[in-house]
């Protein structure tokens, strides 16, 4: 576990900046290990850190579960849980993650862990006190939805080489929807775009018929983990 150094400690001396965010808290739902079902790293043993809480609320949210509850945990102790699997990946994930004053001091704690770590967010608040070491996973949420006005369209000039947008889809509707905003903001030139059909709702061969008829530059996925074990906590 990491402490504040004991020669700080015996001064008297406030902490210094690791060491004070090490000890600071975030609620958290649950620390477990699993294949990293999405994004560019699908497949990899991951140890993830969903947090607690999110002011979104999805119609086609599979984490609700995140919404309330959680135990407070210093980044400490999180850095601490999450190296008992061994793990070479780190996702944060919620709920949504950055509703937390803190998620951006254990993101940096997980980096300095040695961990490549990715934040999953809905992309509604601000990301720019994310540590660059960390690769954003960032929603931007279609129609279907139902929080599209939550966007924080900002976000996207934060967004580098290394990250990800990532748009779930529904219907037609939201394919349409996402194909203009792809182009508007030209995302594909700045980062990856994965389209990800809603699980349950829209065929993923469907949503491949459609990317390959508008010779759409994105990637589809399919949530690996929800096809290996179903739609359950903790996996
Ligand atoms: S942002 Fe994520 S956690 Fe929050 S309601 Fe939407 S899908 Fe659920």
Same mark, same amino acid.
């Given at each position: 576990?990491?402490?504040?150094?004991?020669?700080?400690?015996?001064?008297?001396?406030?902490?210094?900046?690791?060491?004070?965010?090490?000890?600071?808290?975030?609620?958290?739902?649950? +620390?477990?290990?699993? $294949?990293?079902?999405?994004?560019?790293?699908?497949?990899?043993?991951?140890?993830? +850190?969903? $947090?607690?809480?999110?002011?979104?609320? !999805? /119609?086609?949210?599979?984490?609700?579960?995140?919404?309330?509850?959680?135990? =407070?945990? /210093?980044?400490?102790?999180?850095?601490?849980?999450?190296? *008992?699997? *061994?793990?070479?990946?780190?996702? +944060? /994930?919620?709920?949504?993650?950055?509703?937390?004053?803190?998620?951006?001091?254990?993101?940096?704690?997980?980096?300095?862990? *040695?961990?490549?770590?990715?934040?999953? /967010?809905?992309?509604?608040?601000?990301?720019?006190?994310?540590? =660059?070491? +960390?690769?954003?996973?960032?929603?931007?949420?279609?129609?279907?939805?139902?929080? !599209?006005?939550?966007?924080?369209?900002?976000?996207?000039?934060?967004?580098?080489?290394?990250?990800?947008?990532?748009?779930?889809?529904?219907?037609?509707?939201?394919?349409?929807?996402?194909?203009?905003?792809?182009?508007?903001?030209?995302?594909?030139?700045? !980062?990856?775009?994965?389209?990800?059909?809603?699980?349950?709702?829209?065929?993923?061969?469907?949503? *491949?018929?459609?990317?390959?008829?508008?010779?759409?530059?994105?990637?589809?996925?399919?949530?690996?983990?929800?096809?290996?074990?179903?739609?359950? =906590?903790?996996?």
């Amino acid at each position: 576990m990491v402490t504040m150094s004991t020669t700080a400690a015996k001064r008297g001396d406030a902490p210094a900046r690791p060491e004070r965010e090490a000890l600071e808290q975030v609620r958290v739902t649950e +620390v477990f290990h699993s $294949l990293q079902g999405e994004g560019r790293t699908a497949g990899w043993p991951t140890v993830f +850190v969903r $947090l607690t809480g999110c002011p979104l609320r !999805c /119609t086609y949210c599979d984490t609700a579960y995140a919404f309330h509850g959680g135990e =407070p945990v /210093t980044v400490a102790e999180v850095v601490e849980r999450a190296s *008992g699997y *061994g793990a070479r990946y780190a996702t +944060v /994930t919620g709920g949504e993650p950055m509703a937390q004053r803190h998620c951006p001091g254990l993101l940096a704690a997980l980096a300095d862990a *040695g961990y490549e770590v990715s934040l999953e /967010t809905s992309g509604a608040l601000d990301l720019s006190a994310v540590d =660059p070491r +960390v690769v954003k996973v960032m929603d931007l949420k279609t129609p279907g939805s139902g929080e !599209c006005h939550r966007n924080r369209y900002e976000n996207i000039d934060l967004l580098g080489p290394r990250d990800q947008v990532k748009l779930v889809i529904r219907d037609r509707a939201d394919y349409d929807w996402a194909r203009g905003i792809v182009a508007r903001y030209r995302l594909d030139a700045r !980062c990856e775009v994965l389209l990800s059909p809603s699980h349950g709702e829209l065929a993923p061969g469907t949503l *491949g018929d459609w990317i390959l008829a508008d010779r759409l530059p994105v990637r589809l996925q399919i949530q690996l983990h929800k096809y290996l074990w179903g739609d359950v =906590p903790g996996r």
